[in-house]
């Protein structure tokens, strides 16, 4: 493989690597960080829809004395009172009621317990919800709270920027390339006339001249 060759492929190889990489890590890095504010706003906002759930519950104690969960009817109004989306789940992990997509599956609130709130995302295609869960308890009944809070724009915003990327990647790729092109075609050039003219002094014409009008060491080695 000529000279010529092996420095544009390698040159042409790290600036593709690193580019994407550094593209893409900055992306994720990005997503990351708003993912954790969504994620500070999610607790703040499932402690504020369980105040509200408990204080529901004690106004209606006596409807709900020899009961487990309270009915759905009940657990409608008590998502009326709460500012997003939301789900309730038996003890057993039956959904009593929700206001989410019908096709939501989760098993959040199996990490759940009397002294712990467990969170998770759940996603489907460009839509997305971070559920954040625990467990709501008034007398005889007790039940899973699930609080939802949309991050469908954080993630049609993650994916906007790589498609955005990938046309930034592709132009920076092709000027590089061109760059390249250039820089190699610099660099060989007196390296080829270099070795012709070493060539020529091997047969013994001794009378050949290099004149590069260069002040690097290859305009001294020419001289």
């Not at 190889?13 to 504010?37: E, P, Q, T």
């Not at 994620?39 to 402690?47: D, I, M, R």
């Not at 709460?82 to 098993?107: I, Q, W």
């Not at 724009?153 to 250039?182: A, C, D, H």
Request: net charge negative; glycine share 6%.
């Amino acid at each position: 493989m000529r000279l010529f060759a092996k420095i544009f492929l390698c040159a042409t190889l790290v600036l593709s690597i690193a580019v994407l990489l550094s593209g893409y890590l900055l992306i994720a890095i990005s997503y990351k960080d708003s993912l954790d504010r969504e994620t500070e706003h999610a607790l703040s906002q499932h402690q504020y829809d369980r105040f509200s759930v408990q204080s529901a519950l004690i106004s209606n104690a006596d409807r709900l004395k020899g009961l487990e969960h309270p009915d759905a009817e009940m657990l409608r109004s008590f998502a009326d009172r709460l500012g997003g989306g939301c789900m309730f789940f038996s003890k057993g992990g039956a959904v009593l009621y929700s206001s989410l997509p019908d096709d939501m599956d989760t098993e959040v609130f199996s990490r759940a317990d009397e002294s712990s709130v467990a969170h998770e995302i759940w996603r489907r295609g460009d839509t997305g919800y971070l559920l954040v869960c625990s467990i709501m308890a008034q007398g005889d009944s007790s039940f899973y709270l699930c609080s939802a809070v949309d991050i469908s724009p954080l993630i049609r915003q993650k994916s906007q920027l790589e498609s955005s990327f990938e046309m930034v990647y592709f132009i920076t790729i092709g000027f590089g390339v061109l760059l390249m092109l250039l820089l190699s075609a610099f660099l060989t050039r007196p390296i080829i006339r270099l070795t012709q003219a070493t060539a020529q002094m091997a047969k013994g014409k001794y009378d050949k001249r290099l004149r590069e009008g260069r002040s690097d060491e290859i305009g001294v080695l020419s001289d």
